[in-house]
């Protein structure tokens, strides 16, 4: 089966920063398309970075452009979100995503393909 764990959220002030990991088991993400999401109280899952798996071009969405960084370790087989400049907005629960199908990253994001593998979720809190 295929499997993904993330780890790295905790309790940050705004401005501050964090990186979450997301480590997979049973494949190889470089196979895969790679994203995270959050989803917060109340709202609905939403894309937050992709990266595709062949051109391996980026997308964000508008909230985190300039303060979010997607990234791949192949050697690790692990994926990481660097968050930088956090705000209270930010706050939700993360979840990484594998997506074998598909060639765009804003696709994965906007989640017109479906997801092969999700990952338990992270709490990210931003708070003073």
């Known amino acids: 089966q295929l499997q993904l764990v993330e780890s790295g959220g905790g309790l940050v002030q705004p401005g501050g920063s964090l990186r979450l990991s997301c480590a997979a088991s049973g494949f190889s993400l470089d196979s895969y398309n790679i994203g995270w999401f959050r989803q917060a109280p109340g709202k609905e899952r939403e894309g937050v970075a992709c990266?595709?798996?062949?051109?391996?071009?980026?997308y964000y969405t508008d909230s985190v452009k300039g303060r979010f960084t997607i990234s791949r370790d192949n050697a690790k087989n692990t994926v990481y979100l660097q968050m930088n400049m956090l705000k209270p907005e930010d706050t939700a629960v993360y979840y990484c995503?594998?997506?074998?199908?598909?060639?765009?990253?804003?696709?994965?994001?906007?989640?017109?393909?479906?997801?092969?593998?999700w990952g338990q979720g992270t709490q990210v809190t931003v708070s003073s």
């Open positions: 995503a594998a997506q074998g199908l598909g060639i765009h990253a804003q696709n994965m994001c906007s989640r017109r393909i479906p997801i092969d593998s």
């Open positions: 990266i595709s798996r062949i051109a391996r071009t980026t």
